[in-house]
């Protein structure tokens, strides 16, 4: 048996606490393909929010994320026509912290996996 699509993981996108805030920034680079996965690890002290904004649309999706916590993004499990689902190339993530204190210690991990027909 032969797999049609092979499997990539881009780089790590990894931000240290003393630049996390509580106004969005800028994690990392624009994804440089279409993701069909992701997992965002929150290993700071405090709880954070990882903005998605498409490309395609001015909205920004937000999700909540407890601390010593991973949040697992598989998009390739919802399939139309066949076709796996993906986050678009081209979206960009931000992340703040939520509360009335900064992070302490520890660092948000990123990682993203695609795939190529």
């Known amino acids: ?13 990894s931000v240290d606490y ?3 805030t509580d106004t969005f920034k800028v994690l990392g ?6 993701i069909n996965y992701m997992d ?4 700071t002290d405090k709880v954070i929010e990882i903005g998605i904004a498409n490309p ?3 909205a920004i999706q937000i999700k909540t994320l407890a601390y010593n916590a991973t949040w697992v993004f598989d998009i390739s499990s919802n399939k139309t026509n066949g076709k796996e689902g993906s986050l678009s190339k081209g979206t960009q993530l931000y992340l703040r912290y ?3 204190v900064a992070p302490t210690t520890g660092t948000v ?6 795939t190529i027909d």
């Open 98 to 100: 939520r509360g009335l």
């Open 40 to 43: 965002i690890t929150n290993l």
């Open 1 to 13: 048996m032969s797999l049609s699509n092979s499997g990539w993981f881009e780089p790590l996108r």
């Open 18 to 20: 003393t630049v996390i």
């Open 29 to 34: 680079s624009k994804f440089s393909y279409p």
């Open 109 to 114: 991990d990123v990682t993203t996996f695609y």
């Open 56 to 58: 395609a649309s001015t």
